[in-house]
């Protein structure tokens, strides 16, 4: 693919990506149902998890500047197995969200214009049983007309993103300036109903905390900087600035749009499902900023699905190189430089999604397979630096590769102290010294873990360009924030993440694993027949 990006067209992707219609519900819900007042510090710390996991990301993507993301990075640590069960469950994630967000396109944009009910734009279809009954003949054109911009240029369609997002941060700065000026610093304290708790932080902690989790949600999307790295110009400099800068833009305009709305209403006052255009809607003379924000969220919609299709595209055709999905999905066109098929089947499968199944555009939207990955990638960059070494097969120390058991069983150790704090978080009664003697235990012995294996484990090799600072602690923290926030999701998210990677198994036993052999059959005789040729010769 052709190298055309720097790193104000990856900053722009990853503004996309995240910068998306998610804020918009998810900051009324953490907000109005856990922390309050509080979600500007719920906020913080999503954006610290997000950026832990970016840096990780980051090492893998300089060293390794290919297409592929994630599922490139496990592939060259833990095998090709990992690799694909971890890139299976990302891509469906990919295609049920882009869904999902293509169908609240509609009731966004029917906002902006003042259409109150989204059907009004959808077709009822009797015969089809409920959540399969509303086509969506809107949601499925965004879709087409998304495919076909990112298979004509991943330049162009980086233009067409900058251009989309630099509106919509306009927009979202609106949101900000009009929440400042229209709120009152007494709604951070007060609550509207003097029976509620009061307070900046009225649910404590806790609260603050789970509203982190809940709105993690809308910092997925930077991981698909990483998956444009055979795309850039100068990977060392650019991705770094692109995914860092991204996540602490995005972090910054976040806090400042959750500190605006919490000035707006009190927090049990603000509408869970809508709570900036909430606000404004029936306010005397302040009607039209609802339409505005409206406007604004159909905006962060295109943005969003434009760069996510463009990540899911080059995860599918780097899997296709393999060799264990077809051959026929890792085809770049010769005069665009993208990958067409990839992109095409990715397009159409979301579009048959998005007509009829009805999907709630966030928090029931499921995130495991995504945390997972981010979880997996922290575990990765740990495992590569102390054991496979910068090319997968070689170290500094010399030709002998070190025993990969330390490393394995320090990793072992971090993710069952990182659970068991966060089970003794969910399941310990509030309030009590055993909940607190057993979270300090649990902290403890993961501090102490880390240091022993800082200690005792050397440094297979050093990254030549750019590697994670503060190793292994950084990606130790990364692995601790995602295992407590893949806690706090629900059980349909892991009945579902589940049922996805069973199936992801069965094809990777049934095809994948015969199809990766043959295609290594098949290079290694083309490689012998070519050896024999220059020896005739």
């Known amino acids: 693919m052709a190298r055309a990006l720097r790193w104000p067209d990856l900053v722009g992707l990853g503004l996309g990506g995240m910068v998306g219609a998610g804020v918009v519900v998810t900051t009324g819900r953490a907000t109005r149902l856990h922390a309050g007042p509080g979600v500007v510090v719920s906020y913080a710390i999503a954006g610290l998890c997000a950026l832990l996991s970016a840096f990780c990301y980051t090492e893998f993507a300089v060293d390794m500047p290919v297409a592929g993301g994630a599922f490139s990075y496990l592939r060259v640590t833990f095998g090709e197995f990992a690799a694909f069960l971890t890139g299976a469950n990302l891509i469906m994630e990919y295609v049920f969200s882009n869904a999902a967000v293509a169908r609240s396109f509609t009731a966004y944009m029917g906002t902006a214009v003042g259409v109150d009910a989204p059907s009004k734009w959808r077709i009822a279809v009797p015969g089809l049983p409920n959540g399969f009954n509303q086509v969506d003949l809107v949601a499925v054109g965004v879709i087409l007309l998304i495919s076909v911009c990112i298979c004509y240029s991943t330049k162009e369609s980086s233009k067409v993103n900058m251009v989309l997002t630099a509106v919509h941060v306009a927009f979202i700065l609106f949101i900000i300036v009009m929440g400042f000026w229209r709120g009152d610093a007494r709604n951070l304290t007060h609550p509207a109903d003097p029976a509620h708790p009061g307070g900046f932080f009225p649910n404590g902690v806790g609260g603050v905390f789970s509203g982190a989790a809940m709105v993690y949600l809308s910092y997925i999307g930077y991981d698909a900087v990483s998956t444009m790295a055979e795309e850039v110009e100068r990977p060392a400099r650019d991705i770094p600035i692109g995914v860092s800068g991204s996540v602490i833009i995005v972090t910054v305009l976040y806090c400042l749009m959750a500190a605006s709305m919490s000035m707006l209403l009190p927090y049990d006052a603000i509408d869970t499902e809508a709570p900036f255009s909430g606000a404004f809607r029936g306010s005397d003379g302040w009607g039209w900023v609802s339409n505005v924000i409206g406007a604004g969220a159909s905006l962060g919609i295109l943005t969003s699905l434009m760069v996510a299709m463009l990540g899911q595209a080059r995860y599918l055709c780097v899997i296709g190189r393999s060799g264990v ?78 025993s990969a058991w330390p490393t394995l069983a320090f990793l072992l150790a971090f993710s069952l102290i990182a659970l068991s704090f966060t089970l003794v978080w969910k399941l310990a009664p509030e309030g009590g010294r055993t909940r607190v003697g057993l979270l300090s235990a649990c902290g403890a012995a993961a501090v102490a873990t880390v240091g022993a294996f800082q200690a005792l484990v050397p440094q297979a090799h050093t990254p030549e360009l750019w590697g994670v600072p503060g190793m292994p602690w950084v990606p130790a923290a990364s692995v601790f924030l995602n295992v407590f926030l893949l806690g706090s999701l629900d059980r349909p998210s892991y009945v579902r993440f589940g049922f996805f990677s069973a199936a992801a198994v069965l094809v990777y036993v049934l095809y994948s694993v015969h199809a990766s052999y043959d295609a290594e059959e098949s290079a290694t005789l083309d490689g012998a027949k070519v050896q024999d040729e220059a020896c005739r010769v």
């Open 325 to 402: 999905m077809p051959a026929w999905l890792a085809k770049v066109h010769p005069k665009t430089a993208t990958p067409v098929n990839a992109s095409a089947f990715l397009g159409l499968l979301t579009a048959a999604l998005a007509l009829f199944t009805e999907l709630d555009i966030l928090l029931n939207l499921v995130c495991i397979g995504t945390l997972f990955v981010f979880y997996m990638v922290s575990n990765a960059v740990v495992y590569r630096r102390y054991v496979v070494g910068p090319t997968g097969s070689s170290t500094e120390s010399g030709d002998r590769q070190p």
